[in-house]
């Protein structure tokens, strides 16, 4: 079956633009992630979602990043005004609610770029 | 606040060889540990994961083993192939049903030389 897909796979821009990134989960997933992996680091919790309930923003580094999530599926995660340290890959992953062990199951990732 | 740490940051074998890769953690009260592998362009495949009541489990050619006490993990790879080149990353989870509480390491890349 499908996995956790996302898009666009890069992304190169200019300092202080905004960013939208997508993640569609697996089909049927209740629970969704978002993670930025930094150069030789790992990877940092951003955001999660589970199904209708307000999403933990505990880990986002700044008011700059924002996501939403419509419709219990498809996510998008939002930079303003890019900064260089933005730069990083940012995992999306999903995860079915009822999982016993709530295994994480990830996206490509999205490598980001700010010049 | 639990610290991921993996040794080393890069390794490089021949093919044939068996190795091991270890990750640390800071914090031993962990619900499990869990071993992923990275390709490059690639999201993390999901390996082994152990629960703490655990000591090892194994899969074809990988054993992992978790020492909570000491906060240590090992990756135990038999036999390695070129095909195993990736890099390793280990994650901790602390409770079994705080979804946002798992802690990664930095991971290990591997290069298998034929």
């Known amino acids: 079956g499908a996995g956790v897909s996302q898009s666009p796979s890069n992304k190169v821009t200019e300092k202080g633009k905004d960013v939208e990134l997508r993640c569609d989960p697996i089909s049927g997933h209740t629970a969704l992630y978002w993670y930025r992996q930094s150069l030789g680091q790992g990877l940092e919790f951003l955001i999660y979602?589970?199904?209708?309930?307000?999403?933990?923003k505990s880990g986002l580094p700044s008011d700059r990043f924002s996501a939403e999530r419509t419709g219990g599926s498809v996510s998008t995660l939002t930079i303003q005004r890019t900064q260089q340290e933005d730069s990083a890959v940012y995992l999306c992953a999903s995860s079915p609610y009822a999982s016993s062990y709530n295994e994480q199951f990830f996206g490509p990732g999205t490598r980001l770029t700010v010049l | 606040k639990q610290e991921v740490t993996q040794i080393p940051a890069a390794l490089s074998v021949p093919e044939g060889e068996n190795l091991v890769l270890n990750c640390s953690f800071t914090?031993?009260?962990?619900?499990?540990l869990q071993w992923f592998r990275q390709d490059p362009g690639k999201g993390l495949t999901s390996l082994l994961l152990?629960?703490?009541?655990?000591r090892e489990q194994t899969s074809g050619r990988l054993n992992a083993s978790l020492d909570k006490s000491s906060g240590r993990s090992t990756l135990y790879i038999a036999a390695s192939q070129p095909g195993d080149s990736a890099t390793y990353l280990c994650a901790v989870r602390r409770e079994a049903y705080n979804n946002n509480d798992m802690r990664f390491g930095a991971g290990t890349r591997l290069t298998v030389k034929p």
């Open positions: 914090d031993s009260a962990i619900y499990n």
């Open positions: 979602f589970q199904g209708n309930s307000a999403p933990d």
């Open positions: 152990i629960q703490s009541s655990q």
